[in-house]
């Protein structure tokens, strides 16, 4: 389970560092990336991604318009990354932009069956709005 709050910093460009807890929970080498609903990017273990989007895959292809769409836009939006030795990775330029990771400060935060990247003063605008 993806538990804690991390903030760390890029590394060139949109290159980031797993936090050690993170990158045991992962367990591998590979990760899922989309991006998130409040521009922000999620982070999957490639299993939890295919459990994840599968009630949606689930809809009617043929019958649900709906679900046609919702199958475009995970798959257009998701990518498979590689992480390094070293826990290291590259975010796509196109979800850095959506994000609005450029320079400066990254969190990462758990949340549960994934983790969330957001640029760190959004983070702490969207976490005070919860309260």
């Not at 991604?49 to 649900?64: G, I, K, N, T, Y």
Request: hydrophobic share 40%.
């Amino acid at each position: 389970m993806f538990l804690g709050t991390f903030e760390t910093k890029l590394i060139g460009k949109n290159r980031l560092v797993m936090p050690a807890k993170l990158k045991r929970e992962i367990g591998s080498e590979r990760l899922v990336l989309t991006i998130g609903f409040e521009q922000c990017i999620f982070g999957f273990r490639e299993n939890d991604w295919a459990q994840a989007v599968a009630p949606e895959l689930s809809r009617p292809f043929f019958s649900d318009e709906k679900g046609r769409d919702l199958r475009r836009k995970i798959g257009a939006n998701a990518l498979v990354v590689d992480l390094d030795s070293q826990g290291r990775f590259v975010m796509p330029e196109s979800m850095a932009v959506f994000a609005g990771i450029a320079t400066g400060g990254v969190t990462l935060i758990g949340a549960g069956d994934h983790f969330e990247i957001w640029q760190t003063e959004r983070w702490e605008t969207y976490r005070q709005k919860m309260g």
